[in-house]
């Protein structure tokens, strides 16, 4: 059997002022996907805490999917509303209904959500977003009408 190639993974994290704000990027992400302007797999609304806490306010998984990856993302994201234990655990059992046998690629999505979250600051609401992009300037037009900041992230998992 021939080893699987590493896949780019690229997520873009969307901050802004104002909650009110993160909320209407979300809506226009959704609705730039249905235009084919960009190709996302899943966007959420993450609210940081000035504690460092994080919650999910709102997310949709935009296209169909049976990948372990989105599997494991989906299941920690369910898990964060339990904590650490929760987290792991999510991030497992999500893997597992998605497929994946390979514990290392798990571990190294949960890396790569840990950075990509740091991106929101504490007392900040902001958009992730992870898929594909097609033409930079879609999203970086975005964040400037809206006042916010863009950060991108590519990584192989």
């Given at each position: 059997?021939?080893?699987?190639?590493?896949?780019?993974?690229?997520?873009?994290?969307?901050?802004?002022?104002?909650?009110?704000?993160?909320?209407?990027?979300?809506?226009?992400?959704?609705?730039?996907?249905?235009?084919?302007?960009?190709?996302?797999?899943?966007?959420?609304?993450?609210?940081?805490?000035?504690?460092?806490?994080?919650?999910?306010?709102?997310?949709?998984?935009?296209?169909?999917?049976?990948?372990?990856?989105?599997?494991?993302?989906?299941?920690?994201?369910?898990?964060?509303?339990?904590?650490?234990?929760?987290?792991?655990?999510?991030?497992?059992?999500?893997?597992?209904?998605?497929?994946?046998?390979?514990?290392?690629?798990?571990?190294?999505?949960?890396?790569?959500?840990?950075?990509?979250?740091?991106?929101?600051?504490?007392?900040q609401t902001g958009v992730m977003a992870i898929g594909e992009?097609?033409?930079?300037?879609?999203?970086?037009?975005?964040?400037?009408?809206?006042?916010?900041?863009?950060?991108?992230?590519?990584?192989?998992?």
């Amino acid at each position: 059997m021939a080893k699987k190639e590493k896949q780019p993974y690229h997520t873009v994290t969307f901050t802004f002022p104002e909650e009110s704000i993160s909320y209407q990027a979300f809506s226009k992400l959704k609705k730039y996907h249905a235009e084919g302007l960009v190709g996302f797999e899943q966007l959420v609304v993450i609210k940081r805490e000035d504690n460092g806490a994080f919650s999910f306010e709102d997310a949709v998984q935009l296209t169909p999917t049976n990948k372990s990856t989105k599997g494991a993302l989906i299941g920690m994201a369910v898990g964060i509303l339990g904590g650490p234990f929760g987290i792991l655990f999510g991030t497992l059992t999500g893997g597992l209904i998605g497929g994946t046998k390979d514990l290392k690629h798990v571990q190294s999505i949960q890396e790569t959500f840990k950075r990509t979250v740091g991106n929101i600051e504490p007392g900040q609401t902001g958009v992730m977003a992870i898929g594909e992009e097609f033409d930079h300037s879609v999203l970086d037009g975005l964040a400037a009408e809206l006042g916010g900041t863009v950060t991108r992230t590519d990584e192989e998992l």
